[in-house]
């Protein structure tokens, strides 16, 4: 990894890191998790989190749809979190969400993310995914890939949709850090840079669509079901 991968902007970053990884590769071998995930569209806490839908590049964006997902928490709208790129994968495109108000905490501090996706959607090896930005007690930063297809899969809150889990057997702070650069030591204390959902797989990768709609999408115990929860948390 050549060192002026550090001066890239993150997700620029992350999708150099994706495009040099093998995509065929298998994720850690996971196990159902024994933690429960508790939240629900309804049971919001007052945790301070916001989720920020956005993207790049060609036929590439995320953002809230009405009459697209499940039930709302406020109001009937039926907002589904839309993430599309319709393009080649190596093409620097994606469509992404930003999770803000865990920076500078402990890694520990996440302990469960998951979402629901349309099975109409993707579900691949690399993207839907989370990627947990971290830093070392330096400032180097790394990046915890969690890829929708190695995640926990149960029956989604209505037919026609699937809930992926994350930790699956390991905690989330257990898990290896892939540094930016050769200075990041993932042995140290690590703390929160950024928390991302990332969808940078292409419609070259076969059966993928092009896009995914997810929902519920649950941070410990705060969930997004529409664009209101983020004045509601």
């Known amino acids: ?14 999708l150099v890191l ?6 065929t590769v298998t994720y850690p071998s996971l196990t159902p998790s024994i933690v429960t995930l508790a939240a629900n569209a309804n049971s919001n806490s007052n945790s301070g989190l916001k989720l920020h839908p ?13 009459h697209e997902g499940l039930p709302d928490s406020k109001g009937n709208a039926d907002h589904g979190l839309y993430f599309q790129k319709m393009t080649t994968t190596e093409t620097f495109a994606a469509g992404e969400a930003r999770i803000t108000g865990l920076e500078g905490q402990p890694l520990s ?6 979402w629901e996706h ?23 930063r790394g990046v915890i890939f969690l890829g929708c297809a190695a995640a926990v899969h149960t029956p989604g809150s ?10 699956a057997g390991t905690a989330i702070a257990s898990l290896p850090a892939t540094g930016f650069t050769p200075d990041f030591n993932p042995s140290d204390d690590l ?18 669509p092009g896009f995914v709609v997810l929902d519920n999408i649950t941070v410990n115990n705060t969930v997004f079901t529409g664009p209101a929860d983020n004045g509601g948390n």
Do not use: H
């Open 1 to 14: 990894m050549n060192k002026s991968l550090a001066l890239l902007p993150t997700t620029a970053a992350l």
């Open 191 to 208: 703390t929160i840079s950024e928390l991302l959902i990332l969808f940078d797989e292409g419609t070259d990768v076969p059966a993928n």
């Open 118 to 140: 349309r099975t109409d959607g993707w579900c691949g090896a690399g993207a839907p995914r989370w990627d947990v930005i971290v830093a070392d007690e330096s400032g180097d």
């Open 54 to 66: 956005n993207g790049f590049g060609q036929a590439s964006y995320a953002a809230w749809k009405a």
């Open 109 to 114: 501090a996440i302990t469960n993310l998951s």
């Open 18 to 23: 994706s495009a040099c990884a093998d995509r």
């Open 158 to 167: 209505a037919p026609g949709w699937i809930k992926d889990s994350y930790p």
